[in-house]
Structures are given as structure tokens and as C-alpha cells.
């Protein structure tokens, strides 16, 4: 396909979402390099909607350590059940944070950052990486964004 999306911000996010989706299968399908299409993953999720950070983080030994995003220069580090990347990796679930500042532990890369929602990528039952998605706003994320990421790791757990 070109390297162009197609995005209809008249559309609802769910929509925007259900366009989006196929567009990233599209782009990644076929290609064997996980950096590649982590790297061209996060850049369409924030092109489409200019969240203000978004990237992976990759389980390695103890600790997950930063992959290819998009925004601000962010912590490279975090330990097994910190932060809410950490508590993600941990309990191997989903966590939207409508109000950062009301998470225990948050790791705040940037004071900008008030809303979040980090979904695990699991490979044979184990987790691999988390996306993490920031907003400047506050309560910016919620079901929608939770179903469609869920799903697009699913196919992202496929790069690993
Ligand atoms: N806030 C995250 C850390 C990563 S940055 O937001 C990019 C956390 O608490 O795990």
C-alpha cells in the first residue's frame, strides 16, 4: 500500500479506529522486523489522533525498557510492577488512568501527561511489551480506545 492513511477525523473515534486498524494490518503485513512495525504502529496512532505520547515499552529480563515511540523523550526504565506500565506488565491486563496524579506510583516522564491507558501485548500467555498512550487531558481515554488497542495487540503480538 502507499505510506499514506487515509483518516476521517468527521468520523466517531470509533470509526476513526475501525479506519485505522485494517490500515496498520495493511502496513505491517508481511513485514518479519518487530521495530519496523512497532516504529510505523505507534506513528499512526499518532498521527490519527495526535495523542500526545505514544510508544512501546519491551519486556527484557527484569524490567521494561523503552522502544520505538512518538512525543517527548521518556523514561528509558521500569521495574516489574511500577508505574502503570509496570502494573500493567504485572497483572497482565489493560489499565486506563483517567487522572494520573490519582495512580499510585505513576512514573510521570513528562508533568504535561494527566490521562493514560497502557495495554499489554501477550505472546503464548506471557507479556512481551505494553503500549503506553498519553494525553494531556485529562480522562482523554475510555472504552473505545480500550477495545481497539486490545485489538490491534492482538495483532501486534504476531511481530514477536
Ligand atoms: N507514566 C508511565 C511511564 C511511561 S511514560 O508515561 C512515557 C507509567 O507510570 O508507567
Redo the contacts with the bound molecule.
Sequence with gaps: MAEELLLDTTLSKAEQYRQLLPQIEALTTGEPDLVANLANTVAALRQAFGFF?V?FYLVKEDALVLGPFQGPI??TR?RRGK????ASWDQAKTILVPDVEQFPG????SSD?KS?IVVPVLKDGQVVAVL?V?SDQLADFDADDQHALEHLMLTAARWF
Aim: charged content about 20%.
Design positions: 505520547w510508544g521518556a523514561c521500569i508505574g502503570v506500565c509496570g505513576h512514573i510521570a516522564c501527561s493514560e503506553d498519553d
